[in-house]
């Protein structure tokens, strides 16, 4: 149970995942989306795909919290992973698809840390602060090689873990990241 410390602390970071109350939100959702103009067979759709994503939000947690990372869901874009706190917050207005996904992608950089391989290649990328290296183009490629492999990681995790995922909508996803990534690492305007 948690003392009203940890829970104000809790609040911060953000909420936890609780199955139930993600199953009550999606079954909300079914309903006022029969009173919009959705036919009762897209409505049902949505509601299966979302409870499907639910499910994998619940495994893909469980595994996490196995491995010891906390998982938060707070009002934020897309997700984080946060090395020294072992954590990784999610998007708590995403789609239970888009939780899943960014949640795959931010479990790729958790694994990456775990296991860099070698030569570790993302050595000069997210680790360094001294701004003579982050400065250089050889880190912001680093970074971006590693946000390259963590979509790899966390899509290899789904399919170890099982999981029933739209590889379209991850892949559309993906490509959306990336292509920020990409500009940032050449420095376009606007993207520095
Ligand atoms: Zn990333």
């Known amino acids: ?8 602390a809790a609040k ?16 909300k959702r079914y309903k006022s989306n029969l009173k919009k103009s959705y036919t ?4 049902m759709a949505i509601y299966l795909m979302e409870m499907a994503n639910v499910k994998n939000l619940d495994k893909l947690i469980r595994w996490c919290n196995n491995r010891g990372l906390t998982i938060y869901f707070k009002r934020h874009e897309n997700g984080t992973y946060d090395e020294c706190f072992k954590s990784i917050m999610i998007a708590a207005n995403a789609s239970p698809i888009k939780q899943v996904i960014y949640l795959l992608h931010e479990c790729g950089h958790h694994l990456i840390h775990q296991h860099p391989g070698e030569p570790n290649r993302f050595l000069m990328g997210y680790d360094q602060t001294d701004p003579r290296i ?7 490629l680093a970074c971006l090689e590693e946000e390259m492999e963590a979509w790899q990681r966390g899509r290899s995790l789904a399919k170890k873990l099982k999981l029933r995922i739209d590889e379209d909508v991850l892949d559309l996803i993906r490509i959306n990241c990336l292509k920020s990534y ?11």
């Open 134 to 140: 982050t400065r250089t183009f050889q880190h912001r």
């Open 182 to 192: 990409i500009k940032w690492t050449v420095k376009k305007k606007g993207y520095e």
């Open 40 to 43: 009762p067979e897209y409505a």
């Open 12 to 27: 911060q970071k953000g909420r936890l995942f609780n199955f139930d109350f993600w199953k009550e939100r999606v079954q």
């Open 1 to 8: 149970m948690l003392t009203s410390a940890t829970e104000q």
